[in-house]
């Protein structure tokens, strides 16, 4: 495993962050109704893990003890017309092979932030963002989250809004998006310059159009693509819907000079249903895109649903379908998540076409005031032509045993277990992980002014 010294400095600092907001859970309350929600926690933990690797014809296992760190902190702040969401999560570990004494580090980070600015009383919003991401291109899944490529991105944007009418609202945007990591994952960048019209059709829906037009470099290869879109919401008493249609027209060209072009119907279905102790979505999207183009649009407020990896595609056709549901109704003690994802994406390059899915379950159940057990399933599989025929895949489970032992303090017991299996020519791999985490947290709630 190759250290990855730049990962390394991130998680520790955003580990040390988490140990430094210790003391906001008193000074931080003079915030008052500015703060919305937001906590965090440092821990420390030791752990053995046990990797065995299928060579065919035998296995190879090996056991490291390792000493680690890792952090998290989440939440959402809001003051006047600033938001900011934010999730982010890391660890930095050192394992010694029990074989050489050989140390190695291991290190890995994933989260995303988005600042925005919205005044309604004003014609000018802007956003910042930045978003960590695992990404698997030439990895394909591991069992060791330390062991993907990671790329960051950045992105602003600001935009000027007009007032046609008492019900209609006209903004103008531009957007603009770069990546950084290495090799392929360095130096992508795009922009988008869009404009939205939208009126107000009663006290709870609303309908408009919507025109962008993006450029993405990547590779040498410039990317040019238009985009118009009809779109509608409504704000029902048990949740949302909201639907659009529309058309996006892709111009490439190469560096040879060559141009090709591509067209694609596109569009977008949500629907939310919303309780008191439950919550469903169910959200489908056809998009003409790639992952350049995606630097520049701008992000979604909801920050929850964060995938393991992600890929580096080129310009596709996708069609993605997810559907999550949480509740808390099974019993007074317990909570359930869940959630599944489909996607088909065929390239406009190649022609070729690939599958690539996900599902996550996570409960959560209290056994006392001061213990709680949790249960957790991931999976990531991808697929070539054949939807039927998943040639890479990985399941995850977690189980821990968490005890309060002062506040906003707890000790943990921590079972992990990884499966990667294969179609590829690379070796089956099991990954189990035993951890003992002393954690220290802090969490503010207030209600915006």
């Not at 907001?21 to 929600?37: I, N, R, Y």
Request: proline fraction near 2%; hydrophobic fraction near 35%; charge should be negative.
């Amino acid at each position: 495993m190759k250290p990855r010294s730049v990962n390394s400095t991130v998680v520790l600092a955003l580990s040390l962050f988490g140990a430094c907001t210790w003391p906001l859970v008193v000074t931080a309350q003079d915030l008052g109704d500015s703060v919305t929600e937001i906590s965090g926690a440092a821990s420390v933990f030791t752990a053995l893990t046990h990797t065995r690797i299928d060579q065919g014809t035998s296995t190879d296992t090996n056991t490291e003890p390792s000493l680690g760190i890792s952090g998290n902190v989440g939440g959402q702040l809001q003051s006047g017309a600033n938001s900011l969401a934010l999730r982010y999560g890391g660890t930095l570990e050192t394992e010694r092979d029990r074989g050489d004494g050989e140390q190695t580090e291991n290190s890995s980070v994933v989260g995303v932030s988005r600042f925005s600015h919205f005044d309604p009383g004003s014609r000018f919003d802007f956003n910042l963002g930045h978003t960590v991401s695992s990404v698997r291109n030439d990895t394909g899944f591991v069992v060791n989250p330390s062991d993907y490529d990671t790329q960051n991105t950045l992105n602003a944007g600001a935009g000027i809004r007009f007032f046609p009418g008492e019900l209609s609202t006209l903004r103008f945007s531009g957007e603009a998006g770069k990546s950084f990591g290495s090799g392929q994952l360095n130096d992508r960048e795009s922009f988008t310059a869009a404009s939205e019209f939208s009126r107000r059709l009663s006290e709870r829906s609303s309908g408009g159009v919507n025109i962008s037009r993006s450029w993405s470099y990547d590779d040498d290869i410039d990317l040019k693509i238009d985009s118009a879109q009809l779109v509608y919401s409504n704000f029902l008493e048990n949740g949302t819907f909201r639907v659009g249609a529309g058309v996006s027209q892709a111009d490439t060209e190469y560096p040879d000079g060559s141009l090709t072009e591509s067209e694609a119907v596109t569009g977008f279905l949500q629907r939310t249903w919303d309780a008191t102790d439950w919550q469903t979505s169910v959200e489908y999207n056809r998009r003409l895109s790639d992952s350049a183009t995606d630097l520049s649009l701008e992000p979604p407020g909801d920050i929850e649903f964060i995938p393991d990896t992600i890929r580096i595609r080129d310009l596709v056709v996708s069609d993605s379908i997810l559907v999550s549901h949480n509740t808390s109704r099974l019993c007074s003690a317990c909570n359930l998540g869940l959630a599944a994802e489909a996607a088909i994406l065929e390239s406009e390059n190649t022609g070729a076409t690939t599958h690539e899915y996900s599902s996550t379950i996570a409960l959560g159940y209290q056994l006392t005031s001061l213990q709680r057990l949790s249960f957790a399933y991931g999976w990531q599989g991808d697929a070539g032509e054949d939807a039927d025929t998943v040639i890479d895949q990985i399941h995850r489970f977690n189980i821990s045993w968490i005890r309060q032992l002062a506040e906003e303090t707890s000790f943990s017991v921590e079972l992990d277990q990884s499966y990667l299996r294969s179609r590829l020519e690379r070796n089956d791999q099991e990954q189990f992980v035993l951890r003992l985490r002393l954690s220290k947290g802090f969490s503010l709630v207030g209600q915006p002014r």
